[in-house]
């Protein structure tokens, strides 16, 4: 690999938005150098460049700078974002990942490239398999899994019910309503 230094730009949190829309007056992009190199890589960590990143409600919540406990914390000033994301390996401390690995986090940083502890990637995607990588951060990802439970594990509707959705034009809105239909069920979506 030819990239051993790299000039990366990422998002950070400047000022927390206790209300309405985050503006540049919060979220800022910045440039930093960073060390692809193999021998600067720390043990158990691994360079990647970000593929996709999922951008979700839940992160409106941790710009806020209000601790309620609903969510996980606050993200810290001035320091880079993180997001459910999609990535390539680019170089490895670890040996249970290696160049060219697919690998999908809950932690991944948003910027062009980053150095992370392979402790916080869930697991290897597999390209070859067929399924567009941007699905595992919708369908088979955070929303995915939540319409799941909601739809399979708590209403458990037989075929024929009325199923009514709430915030049906939302990512786990949209995918519940389409597991009801699968189970033959009437979808009623709100908005």
């Not at 998002?11 to 992009?29: D, F, I, M, R, S």
């Not at 021998?39 to 209000?66: C, E, N, W």
Request: hydrophobic share 45%; with cysteine; charged share 15%.
């Amino acid at each position: 690999m030819a990239l051993d230094k790299v000039e990366s730009k990422e998002w950070y949190l400047a000022a927390y938005a206790a209300q309405g829309v985050p503006t540049t007056e919060h979220l800022k992009l910045r440039t930093v150098p960073l060390s692809l190199s193999l021998d600067s890589i720390p043990h158990a960590h691994v360079a990647l460049q970000p593929l996709f990143i999922s951008v979700d409600p839940y992160l409106r919540t941790k710009m806020s700078g209000r601790h309620d406990g609903l969510y996980s914390p606050q993200f810290p000033l001035n320091q880079v974002i993180t997001a459910f994301g999609v990535g390539r390996v680019l170089r490895s401390n670890d040996d249970k990942y290696a160049e060219g690995d697919v690998v999908l986090s809950a932690l991944f940083p948003v910027a062009e490239y980053c150095v992370v502890p392979s402790a916080v990637l869930i697991r290897k995607l597999d390209p070859a398999a067929g399924i567009p990588l941007p699905e595992y951060l919708s369908c088979l990802g955070l929303t995915g899994f939540a319409a799941w439970v909601g739809i399979h594990l708590l209403g458990d509707p037989k075929p024929g019910s009325n199923v009514f959705i709430s915030a049906a034009a939302g990512g786990v809105g949209m995918v519940a309503g389409q597991l009801a239909k699968l189970k033959g069920c009437r979808v009623i979506g709100s908005t």
